[in-house]
């Protein structure tokens, strides 16, 4: 039997952090609850709290305590209101610096109707040349979740690290499992940042930002020690890398990936090698944020016929 | 009618340059040749020319100049040998700098058996821990080819650029067309460097190397300017950007597939940025060459709405 | 007349942030004051906080709030203690990556033999081939200072950021004047982390790590605002940029170097380019943290004659 | 007795390659030549060549074979000509690129009057606020110079490699001896680019470009094999490393400096890491071109004490 917890949001974070446990929860409990969106606008259009990616939380898991892994399963993550917000210019950095002066100003945003029966999103007021670009589906994601940093640390939800954070990744779906190295007693799991949709990249600065309805698990992997946030699609395994430049959080994934292999598949690094060689797929989480998000990641079916 | 050259190659060439033609052909022309491996060996395992990626041709595409698009179409690339090689170890630079320490010597190979009929490579000699891991489906994909660059340089075919080169990219392979700015009369098109197999980011420093079969042809688009090298998959279509850090690769690539937006497409950079915030697509070429290679696409299903 | 407040830290912060304030001092204050080495030790060589940057502090400076100047004038920086320690290896990331495996382990230090009347440094066991290198003379500095970053964080004392923090630069020593933008209600000061000699960049991970007895001054400049760290050390102005790649750490020095010329000088970018373009020296602060450091600067001899 | 050529250039080359030999000298002889500036204009401000950096040269140095190193010692570099010219505007990717749009548009240039008598430099329209600038002391520096690279390349003066090429470093000037790895039989030295004065990090995109007279003289270090470009100003013994990012040319500079340590001093990388870890230097050459320049250095007064 799970325990399923109702858990309404009164405070949010700007930081992940060490902040003041919202809830206790066992391993394998289930927490249903909401996040505002990265502006600080809840379900209501209502603007509760001051923005940067404001979080739920933290929930404080029993039991966990530095050097174990804090797992979240991702059972559901659903826009609650019908309008989402994105940039309206690629950013600066992500062009090349010559080309900015021929981009806008860089200001202004675009406002999108989200069809919450059909899942889908439509710009309220197209500029000129996607008169006709219609309904998009969503892709829910959470752009910024993690759990507390060592050493007393409160990270900026504008940024992202060991202890995950700001990653931005449109793979961060409903469905999907991802792992934290937990560093402080309880792990202290913050959640937020919701996009309906997002590129790859992150280039405008924002997905469709939009408040969520979410429902999730966590557990406790005792004694389990990871370094870096890893993920389970259903047909990947992934390593997550987050730092600038791109290069850098490449190698993070890289060897995150290369230590996944051994721990959970018994595969040292010539035999990890090998296989990743041909066989390892890189998506690009965002290329936007103070950390760039880079995902290292290979095909379940591959490590199953091992 | 199509004019079909068959060409047999007998001088190769490891940098791409301004070499004396080895063949002339007109627009809409095809050509049936045949590469060596990225080191010299020819399809019955002769090593018949220095390694280095070295490459077939130049062809020389009767009235292309500086301004214009030379575009290539892969109609098939097949290995021609029943043997492979790829490097053992991932590269020191892939990693974190710490880690490779925990990395062997770096040195070594493994051997590949491609069966030519199931179109599938295995390992030789696998590692410890990879013995079942069975046959891998051939992708086969060519990693270096392009133009000759301006101004009379001739670029090592180990490094990649404007002009093309070793960009060591898993999606350039039979079915899709690829796009060169053309920087001197004739285009000078050279091919080369095939693998049967590669992850991406070519992160053991090789795919599964081999010799090829190639048939393409060569279309001058007349007047057309581009700034580097662009495709089409027939899913997507796609700019490519080539340097390091890979955050530069990603700015040429984004650069470039807003300029494809507005040049085929109509779409000022206003609208090319709210189409791309949560359209765009990248894909990691390499992370192992000088010049790392970016991709960034998008669908050309969206485009067609608009 | 000027306050002197002899302060004996009793508590020290491993991260730099909103802590409670240790000491509460008015603009034009003098602080004489203690800190440990990087590893937590004191001047006795005894083991009283943990290691990490431990930092003295923070200072609150009456008056500041957030878009104020804080300056602080370092009027002494003094070894206490007769032995200092380095790392013994260059870190890898400093080296090309293939070099990495021909460095040792990367473990084990060296001692220093501090003489605090001449002002020398002499390794303790030199490895071979140093026998004869003798003694160095000091520069002291202070490697890890800054003001608590917006927002509620709290950051580690290993990285750096607009709010100070690990910069290691050699350049910040006893007669250099530095300013902080102010984040948070009284600033809030942090100091610590010092070195007898570094050399630039930090490359084996440390200066000669060393207590140090500390004189110092907060003065408030009310209504100032700045982003990013700036400095005067008599002969030059300086902006100091703080991030990865280099590159970026580089763009963030030189931006706030224009900033200066046109705040403090009346140039606007048009004419501060044509001075930097021909007149600008950057130094390379550390290339071993998280965030690496740069430094920009000017001769303020030629911004007299304007 | 040394041989002295007095060399009149009457081709130039915008690569550097295996182009025919403009001079054949022995080891030992010193030539005495001219440059045009970047722009391709000579002592008389006429326009003989097409712009990029083009080179005098090349030199074919008797005897020199792969795997040696060629030596030049610069003798004299004097500007020829009373006009120099520079970039208006520091170039987009030297600063935060959110910043781009508060820079103009980057174009024009800036004329300066150069008084060979005084060596001095000041503009001749000075930007308003820079009325009062007044002169500049000279520094004369070759931008541009460097030896064939290997395997048939020809590589744009814009950039710079293994074989040096556009560094920009403006401690290139007259006394300064500078060893190249030899890629080709001859070597094939080519020099050009001359600035009068240059910041660090070429930020405008130029030094004050002029012609030059140059009198160097070319060694042969038959059998030393070097990797990157090598340098002694009488005060310090340098190494270059040429790349992007900027973090990339600091680990080639780095990793040739210790082997400098090493192949010249007899110190093992233990011992290399201990000295370069408190005494080491860099400077940053250019953060404009393609390939950024770093230099690490060190003094020659410790290395004398070994």
Redesign the interface.
């Given at each position: 039997m799970t325990t399923v917890h109702d858990f309404e949001p009164t405070h949010f974070h700007?930081?992940i952090?060490s902040h003041e446990p919202a809830l206790r929860v066992a391993s394998g409990d289930t927490i249903r609850t909401w996040t505002v969106d990265s502006g600080g606008y809840d379900g209501n259009g209502e603007h509760i709290t001051p923005g940067?990616n404001p979080q739920t939380g933290p929930f404080y898991l029993e039991g966990a305590e530095p050097g174990d892994t804090l797992r979240v399963r991702f059972h559901s993550i659903r826009p609650n209101r019908a309008r989402g917000v994105?940039?309206?210019?690629?950013?600066?950095?992500?062009?090349?610096?010559?080309?900015?002066?021929?981009?806008?100003?860089?200001d202004g945003e675009?406002w999108w109707v989200l069809d919450l029966e059909r899942g889908t999103?439509e710009?309220e007021n197209?500029?000129?040349?996607?008169e006709?670009?219609?309904e998009?589906p969503f892709e829910p994601m959470l752009g910024c979740f993690g759990v507390a940093p060592a050493?007393?640390?409160?990270?900026?939800c504008a940024t992202s690290g060991e202890h995950g954070g700001n990653m931005d990744y449109r793979g961060f779906r409903a469905g999907v499992t991802v792992d934290f190295p937990v560093f402080v007693e309880g792990g202290l799991f913050h959640l937020g940042d919701g996009h309906a949709?997002?590129?790859?990249?992150?280039?405008?600065g924002?997905?469709?930002e939009v408040s969520m309805d979410v429902e999730f698990s966590l557990d406790l992997l005792k004694g389990k020690t990871i370094r870096w946030p890893r993920a389970d699609d259903g047909t990947f395994v992934m390593a997550v890398g987050n730092?600038?430049?791109?290069?850098?959080a490449?190698?993070?994934a890289?060897?995150e990936l290369?230590r996944l292999l051994e721990q959970d598949?018994?595969?040292?690094?010539?035999?990890?090698?090998?296989?990743?060689?041909?066989?390892?797929?890189?998506d690009?989480g965002n290329?936007y944020d103070p950390a760039?998000a880079a995902v290292a990641k290979v095909e379940k079916a591959?490590l199953e016929?091992?």
């Open positions: 700007t930081t952090g940067g994105t940039g309206a210019w690629v950013a600066p950095h992500t062009v090349d610096p010559h080309f900015v002066r021929r981009l806008g100003d860089g675009d999103a710009l197209p500029p000129p040349g996607l006709s670009l219609g998009l050493q007393g640390q409160a990270i900026s949709l997002q590129g790859d990249g992150e280039i405008v924002t997905g469709i730092a600038r430049p791109l290069d850098q490449i190698q993070h890289t060897t290369l598949h018994g595969l040292d690094h010539r035999a990890g090698s090998a296989l990743l060689g041909q066989c390892i797929r890189y690009v290329v760039y591959l016929r091992l």
